[in-house]
C-alpha cells in the first residue's frame, strides 16, 4: 500500500519519557498504529552516527560518522533521501540541528529549512508550523521533521527525565499531534527518536541511552499492534517500501510494514 511519508525524530525521547510525560494523545497514537516501546539504536547514542544510521540503515561502523562531525562516506551508500529523490520523489526536510543537514547529499532536498534551537522560543512548534505550510502547498512524497528541545533544553540543560524534559516530549507530541490530525490521511506518520540519555547526557552503551520509541500510523500497520525486535536500521527500509522506491543494495534493516 503505497503512501507518502512523514517522519518525526524527537531527539533524545526515551520510551519511559514518552509514556510518563503527561499527554493523553500518546494513548491514541498507541491505540491508531503499531508501537514499539524498545527499539534499538546504535552505539555510539549521539545524534549525527544515530541519524545517519536511521537513513542509511547501516550501523556506524560502516558508515564511519562516530562522532556529531560529519566526514565524508570512505565507501559511500545511499541513503533514504538519496534513493527517493533518485525515483523522482520530492523530498523536505525541517531541522533544528544544523550538522544535521549531511544526513543527505546535495541535490536530493527539494524543501529544507532549519533554526538554531535558540532563536525562538519554541523552535519545534515553528519548524512544525513551517512543515506545516509546505505540506499543505507542496505536498512533498517524504518529509523528515526533526526536533531538538527535548534534548537540548529539556534533557542537557535539565536532565533526562526531570519536569523540564518531559514537558518538552508533550509539546513535541503536541507538534506530532498537529501533523496527523492534518495529514494522516494522505501520509503514514512514523515518530521516533535517535536516541535515549540518562543525568545530562547519553552516548554509552547504556539501556538508558540505547533504547528508542517508534510510532507508525498509517495503512501499513496495524492498530495497536506491538512490533517486536525493532532497530532504528529498520527505518530508511520501512519507509522505502512504503513510498515505493529501490532500498540501496548496503542496507541491513528489515521492512516493517505487514506483508
Ligand atoms: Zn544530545
Redesign the pocket.
Known amino acids: 500500500m503505497k503512501s507518502k511519508v512523514i517522519l518525526i525524530s524527537i531527539?533524545?525521547m526515551r520510551p519511559d519519557g514518552v509514556l510518563g510525560c503527561g499527554n493523553p494523545y500518546v494513548q491514541t497514537l498507541l491505540q491508531n498504529g503499531s508501537h514499539a516501546l524498545d527499539a534499538r539504536t546504535v552505539f555510539p547514542s549521539?545524534?549525527l552516527p544515530c541519524h545517519m544510521s536511521m537513513f542509511h540503515s547501516v550501523p556506524p561502523e560502516r558508515h564511519g560518522i562516530t562522532t556529531n562531525l560529519y566526514m565524508p562516506q570512505v565507501r559511500p551508500i545511499n541513503g533514504l533521501f538519496e534513493q527517493a529523490a533518485g525515483a523522482g520523489l520530492s523530498c523536505a526536510m525541517y531541522y533544528g540541528w544544523e550538522p544535521l543537514r549531511d544526513v543527505s547529499r546535495p541535490g536530493s532536498l527539494r524543501f529544507a529549512e532549519y533554526i538554531n534551537a535558540y532563536a525562538e522560543d519554541a523552535t519545534d512548534g515553528y519548524l512544525t508550523d513551517r512543515a506545516i505550510a509546505r505540506i499543505e502547498k507542496s505536498h512533498p512524497d517524504f518529509v523528515f521533521l526533526y526536533m531538538v528541545e527535548t534534548?537540548?533544553k529539556g534533557?542537557?540543560d535539565s536532565g533526562w527525565m526531570t519536569q523540564t524534559y518531559l514537558d518538552y516530549i508533550s509539546a513535541a507530541i503536541d507538534n506530532a499531534r498537529r501533523v496527523i490530525e492534518r495529514f494522516g490521511d494522505e501520509y503514514t506518520v512514523i515518530i521516533t527518536a535517535d536516541?535515549g540519555?540518562h543525568g545530562r547526557?547519553?552516548?554509552s552503551d547504556d539501556p538508558q541511552d540505547m533504547t528508542i520509541p517508534m510510532f507508525f500510523v498509517g495503512k501499513q500497520f496495524t492498530a495497536g499492534q506491538a512490533l517486536e525486535n525493532v532497530s532504528i536500521l529498520d527505518l530508511a527500509p520501512t519507509i522505502a517500501a512504503i513510498l515505493e522506491v529501490p532500498a540501496a543494495p548496503e542496507w541491513e534493516g528489515k521492512i516493517l510494514v505487514r506483508g
Open positions: 531527539d533524545g549521539v545524534t534534548d537540548e534533557g542537557h536516541h540519555g547526557g547519553h552516548g
